[in-house]
């Protein structure tokens, strides 16, 4: 089954990069040019996604207008002679479909998701984490469509992190399939160095049935007090399995602040408008640390 739909939680308050997200939601910050969740929804348009859900909050408004149409702005513009720069603008807004509903209170992960359950309704749906942002020559969320066409089950996006450094994230366990494929029997949010499965850690996308929601509906808090969404993808991958899949490009957490230096100086320095200042910049820098 082709999924068309996706779900990107950006309901989060940015708490490690304040005071930044004080007003400014961290999913607006820019990598260059380019907002953070700009980079995400066109990864999901080039997977063929064509409707999208954000799941927003209080003061996260500037998503709503960044996908919208700006008709002064296009106009003046236009009237200075600015016809590309116009264009690429106003064709924003038709990346995709994109809708928005509010989390009233963030509850974590899980709970965002599930803000999404009316929208998704019977249909299966991608969900890409509004910090994570992935650069590469594919689409990481088309990878894992792909694995979920060809294998029918909810698929986990999946990056190797050092073993010192996993218990900020997840690890899977997993078991090798015919094909090569990962397939996931467990899994455990934040685990502690005796906890760990696997080197690999869930990392910003995954793909899930509809069947995710009434498990999420029953899924009491987890690590942080939140709902955690690793929580409900275990009991989905007891129950039906699911499919592990290391997807190619770079991901960076546009959550930290390390996150976002990495993402603006990987994007600056093959930038075709400032690349040789940046790469300049960066080796006088160098030679000077
Ligand atoms: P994070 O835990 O990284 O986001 O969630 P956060 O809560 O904003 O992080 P802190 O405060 O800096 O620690 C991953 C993704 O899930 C969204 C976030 O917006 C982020 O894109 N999220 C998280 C929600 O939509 N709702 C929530 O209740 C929690």
């Given at each position: 089954m082709k999924i068309t739909k996706a779900v990107i939680p950006?309901?989060?308050?940015g708490t490690r990069v304040l005071p930044a997200t004080k007003s400014i939601p961290k999913e607006m910050l820019p990598i260059v040019d380019k907002p953070a969740i700009q980079y995400i929804v066109e990864e999901a348009a080039a997977a063929g996604i064509t409707d999208i859900l954000i799941i927003t909050g209080r003061g996260k408004s500037a998503m709503e207008d960044h996908f919208d149409r700006a008709p002064e702005l296009e106009e003046r513009l236009l009237r200075s002679g600015k016809q590309a720069l116009c264009d690429e603008v106003a064709g924003i807004s038709r990346i995709a479909n994109i809708q928005y509903v509010r989390?009233?209170?963030?509850?974590?992960l899980g709970h965002a998701v599930l803000c999404a359950k009316s929208f998704a309704g019977d249909d299966p749906f991608a969900v890409l984490y509004g910090d994570d942002v992935v650069i590469g020559e594919k689409s990481a969320t088309g990878e894992l469509c792909e694995a979920f066409e060809r294998y029918g089950k909810g698929v986990l996006g999946l990056k190797k992190i050092p073993l010192d450094k996993i218990g900020k994230y997840s690890s899977v366990r997993y078991e090798t399939g015919p094909d090569g494929e990962k397939q996931v029997g467990d899994m455990i949010e934040k685990p502690s160095p005796d906890q760990v499965m696997s080197p690999y850690a869930i990392i910003g996308r995954v793909v899930l049935p509809p069947s995710i929601f009434e498990i999420l509906e029953r899924t009491a808090p987890g690590a942080g007090g939140e709902i955690q969404l690793t929580d409900a993808m275990r009991e989905l991958a007891v129950r039906e399995g699911m499919i592990g899949v290391e997807y190619s490009g770079t991901r960076f957490d546009m959550g930290s602040k390390a996150g976002i230096i990495e993402a603006i100086l990987t994007v600056g320095v093959s930038h075709p408008e400032i690349g040789p200042e940046v790469r300049e910049l960066i080796r006088r820098m160098a030679a000077s640390l």
């Open positions: 950006a309901a989060g308050l989390q009233k209170e963030t509850k974590g």
